[in-house]
Nanobody, 121 residues
Framework: QVLLVESGGGLVQAGGSLRLSCATS????????MGWFRQAPGKEREFVAA????????DYADSVKGRFIISRDNAKNTVYLQMSSLKPEDTAVYYC??????????????WGQGTQVTVSS
């Protein structure tokens, strides 16, 4: 069992930046790819970014490429999402998830409760 707790969300103006953190506990996530997802009001949850267990490879949704960076610190069991050049359409609840495999794959077994990000225009 892995417990995931997101933090770092808030209200920011368009063009601003935020860094989300996902602190994990229960067991090490060093053998799990990790992902960030988001869900805006009235929309389905969507993939944002993912990182392999080693941190050597990442993947991003086209909508955030060049603006968001996912990273991880396995010694701290923490995953980050650095968000820059934020747009109003980035407004959503952001969720952290622990993948089932070492590599990036669409299989996530554990989810956090989410943190709200609101970007004002």
């Amino acid at each position: 069992q892995v417990l995931l707790v997101e933090s770092g969300g808030g209200l920011v103006q368009a063009g601003g930046s935020l860094r989300l953190s996902c602190a994990t506990s229960g067991r090490s996530i060093s053998r799990n790819a990790m992902g960030w997802f988001r869900q805006a009001p009235g929309k389905e949850r969507e993939f944002v970014a993912a990182i392999t267990a080693s941190g050597g490879s990442t993947d991003y949704a086209d909508s955030v490429k060049g603006r968001f960076i996912i990273s991880r610190d396995n010694a701290k069991n923490t995953v980050y999402l650095q968000m820059s050049s934020l747009k109003p359409e980035d407004t959503a609840v952001y969720y952290c998830a622990a993948g089932r495999w070492l590599i990036i794959a669409p299989d996530y077994d554990f989810w956090g409760q989410g943190t709200q990000v609101t970007v004002s225009s």
